[in-house]
């Protein structure tokens, strides 16, 4: 499968733990964006990145919430102290964004996070 | 003011029905609108992109774009069971989504 991948898939947590998800874009996309996804709502944009560069960050991100891609590649998300507001779906999509790209979103299945 | 609204579901039709999904956006300067189907526990996929106003065809599926009323639309005609899913519509290059309408075609 050449899709995005997301891991792990479902992670419960205690209130005030951290917790880390990995995004794995479809290989050449240059983009990648992180989403959070609450029951009945659509995906709110997080951040998102231009290879290792993060070009954008939403407000929605508070100083507890950390993403990297450090070699333009996969990408980390890091919740610090976690909290039951933090309770989501984590997507992650990749594009390609530039000549020859479509800029087309990929969606990954997402990262469901249980803050108990 | 949300900066894209959509009509809240849910909707229920029989099969074969045509369905129209809507949603409204409130900044002009939007260029691209996209509507995605999410199943259950899945990431949303695109069906529909347009650039600007008009009508998109695809199969049974079409997308229209009224930028005068800022105004978003999804057609399905002989819709099916397995078009059950939700909606999303989305604006701008970065996706700001609608909240979704979750869509059963009833058998």
């Known amino acids: 499968d050449t899709g995005v991948s997301q891991d792990p898939r479902h992670k419960i947590t205690k209130r005030g733990q951290n917790v880390t998800f990995r995004c794995d874009p479809i290989?050449?996309?240059?983009?990648l964006y992180w989403y959070r996804q609450t029951l009945g709502q659509g995906p709110e944009f997080l951040t998102y990145?231009?290879?290792?560069?993060?070009?954008?960050k939403s407000r929605l991100l508070s100083d507890r919430f950390s993403a990297e891609r450090p070699k333009g590649s996969f990408s980390t998300l890091e919740i610090q102290r976690t909290e039951q507001g933090d309770s989501a779906m984590y997507l992650c999509?990749?594009?390609?964004?530039?000549?020859?790209?479509?800029?087309?979103?990929?969606f990954g299945e997402g990262s469901r996070l249980t803050v108990l | 003011q949300k900066e894209v609204e959509q009509d809240p579901g849910p909707l229920s039709v029989p099969e074969g029905a045509i369905v129209s999904l809507n949603c409204t956006y409130s900044?002009?300067?939007?260029?691209?609108f996209m509507w995605y189907r999410q199943y259950s526990r899945k990431g949303p996929e695109l069906l529909m992109y347009?650039?600007?106003?008009g009508n998109k065809e695809d199969g049974r599926f079409t997308a229209q774009v009224d930028k005068s009323s800022k105004y978003i639309s999804l057609f399905i005609r002989d819709s099916q069971p397995s078009d059950s899913a939700t909606y999303l519509c989305?604006?701008?290059?970065?996706?700001?989504f609608g909240s979704g309408t979750q869509l059963t075609v009833l058998p």
């Open positions: 999509a990749s594009s390609a964004y530039g000549a020859g790209g479509t800029g087309e979103l990929f």
């Open positions: 290989s050449e996309h240059n983009r």
């Open positions: 990145f231009q290879n290792e560069a993060q070009l954008e």
């Open positions: 900044n002009s300067a939007f260029q691209y």
């Open positions: 347009t650039y600007s106003s």
């Open positions: 989305a604006v701008s290059r970065q996706l700001t």
